[in-house]
Nanobody, 126 residues
Framework: QVQLVESGGGLVQAGGSLRLSCAAS????????MGWFRQAPGKEREFVAA????????YYEDSVKGRFTISRDNAKNLVYLQMSTLKTEDTAVYLC???????????????????WGQGTQVTVSS
């Protein structure tokens, strides 16, 4: 079992930055692949970024490449999403997720994840 709690969301102007954090419970955190997804009002949940269990492989959705960075600290049971050069279209609820798939491009897929946080709101104003 893994429980996930996101934090760090808020209101930011376009071009600004935010860092999201995801705190995970559970002794086996380091064996999970971790991902960030987002869901805007009226839209489906979409993949943003993912990281392998050791942090040696990362995956990004094309629209965030070069702007967002995912990282993890297994000693602290934390996953981060550093977001820079934010755009209004990045506005969404951002959710952290854990997958028993430890390292694979499958981490891009919604169905790979069995554990989800409640999400944190990110609003980017123009």
């Amino acid at each position: 079992q893994v429980q996930l709690v996101e934090s760090g969301g808020g209101l930011v102007q376009a071009g600004g930055s935010l860092r999201l954090s995801c705190a995970a419970s559970g002794r086996t955190f380091s064996s999970y692949g971790m991902g960030w997804f987002r869901q805007a009002p009226g839209k489906e949940r979409e993949f943003v970024a993912a990281i392998s269990w050791r942090g040696d492989n990362t995956y990004y959705e094309d629209s965030v490449k070069g702007r967002f960075t995912i990282s993890r600290d297994n000693a602290k049971n934390l996953v981060y999403l550093q977001m820079s050069t934010l755009k209004t279209e990045d506005t969404a609820v951002y959710l952290c997720a854990a997958s028993s798939v430890s390292n694979s491009p499958q981490l891009r897929l919604l169905g790979a994840y069995g554990y989800w946080g409640q999400g944190t709101q990110v609003t980017v104003s123009s």
